[in-house]
């Protein structure tokens, strides 16, 4: 019962955090840098972007740190919840 519990809320988690990394990524097309919106999505995101843009760097003007992360997210989601799963 509780490994269901913790692994619904690993992917709730995983599934916030990959929608507000989409949602930054969105809105930083549309939005100005300094919009209420973006400055709290990028509080968010930004710390988990910057170790990544220090080993991938942007390749022109296409940034894929987001894609790395989305990945990263997505993965490690996998894993702990197939931790979890084989402890039922």
Same mark, same amino acid.
């Given at each position: 019962?509780?490994?269901?519990?913790? @692994? @619904?809320?690993?992917? +709730?988690? %995983? +599934? @916030?955090?990959?929608?507000? $990394?989409?949602?930054? $990524?969105?809105?930083?097309? !549309?939005? #100005?840098?300094?919009? =209420?919106? *973006?400055? !709290?999505?990028?509080?968010?995101? =930004?710390?988990?972007?910057?170790?990544?843009?220090?080993?991938? #760097? #942007?390749? %022109?003007? @296409?940034? !894929?740190?987001?894609? $790395?992360?989305?990945?990263?997210?997505?993965?490690?989601?996998? $894993?702990?919840?197939?931790?979890?799963? +084989?402890? *039922?």
């Amino acid at each position: 019962m509780l490994i269901s519990v913790l @692994i @619904i809320i690993i992917q +709730t988690l %995983g +599934t @916030i955090l990959l929608l507000v $990394v989409l949602a930054s $990524v969105l809105l930083s097309y !549309f939005l #100005p840098p300094y919009n =209420n919106i *973006r400055v !709290f999505l990028d509080r968010i995101v =930004n710390p988990l972007l910057m170790p990544i843009r220090r080993v991938v #760097p #942007p390749l %022109g003007m @296409i940034d !894929f740190s987001p894609i $790395v992360l989305i990945i990263m997210i997505q993965v490690v989601e996998w $894993v702990l919840v197939s931790v979890l799963s +084989t402890l *039922r």
